[in-house]
């Protein structure tokens, strides 16, 4: 059973720049959540795909935008970057199903803003 | 609304010193209760889960009880290990699949 990857690994980008960062979910999982944590703090809920669709969104503007594709891998993209966007963006995947359906973390992407 | 609320570190014991880290909810409806671990440069892994009132979620010594009349969700340890030196951190699954994590708590052991 493979876990959820995420590429880069590491990404350093300049304010207004674009993004993408990739995920790949655990095989069998059908829903993908993104997270944004500062350094420091808890994972913040960006949003989460089910099925292709968007299927809840945190307080996040919508610069922060996301794909989910038919084999449940996903795309965060993150348009006029700022400088508090730096910090590391998790993926997590799990079933929809099922009231304790944990997630499946991946190592995240650190970026970083300049 | 949903909020997760941590006991603030950081936490240093000596290794062998009987652990408590605080967590506290706020959450509509019946939420699933999940303590994580985060270890340097890595992403977070699932320490254990409880789902209903009075359920007890444990692994690798770790334990925490799920308590419907005080909201709380605290994580205890018998006896720690330097290996056990992480930032944890406490997080709710109401309706719908989204998590809500507190602020985590970094614990360092030394031997």
């Known amino acids: 059973e493979t876990g959820v990857t995420q590429s880069p690994t590491h990404l350093i980008k300049t304010r207004g720049q674009q993004v993408t960062l990739r995920c790949s979910s655990q095989?069998?999982?059908?829903?993908v959540s993104w997270y944004q944590q500062a350094l420091g703090q808890g994972p913040q809920f960006i949003f989460q795909?089910?099925?292709?669709?968007?299927?809840g969104r945190g307080n996040f503007p919508p610069r922060f935008s996301g794909l989910q594709f038919p084999n449940y891998s996903s795309e965060l993209n993150v348009n006029a970057l700022e400088l508090d966007d730096s910090a590391l963006y998790l993926c997590?995947?799990?079933?929809?199903?099922?009231?304790?359906?944990?997630?499946?973390f991946g190592p995240g992407t650190r970026l970083t803003v300049l | 609304g949903n909020s997760v609320t941590q006991m603030e570190g950081p936490v240093t014991l000596s290794e062998e010193a009987f652990l408590t880290i605080n967590c506290t909810y706020t959450a509509t409806g019946y939420p699933s209760l999940f303590w994580y671990v985060q270890y340097p440069g890595e992403g977070l892994q699932l320490l254990l889960k409880a789902t209903k009132a009075d359920d007890k979620g444990s692994n690798k010594g770790f334990e925490a009880t799920y308590r419907k009349e005080t909201t709380s969700f605290h994580l205890e340890k018998g006896s720690v290990q330097v290996s056990d030196s992480a930032v944890y951190f406490c997080a709710l699954r109401a309706t719908g699949n989204q998590f809500y994590f507190g602020t985590g708590t970094s614990l360092t052991v030394i031997p």
């Open positions: 997590a995947s799990s079933l929809a199903s099922g009231r304790a359906n944990e997630q499946f």
């Open positions: 795909y089910y099925r292709e669709e968007e299927n």
């Open positions: 095989s069998g999982h059908n829903t």
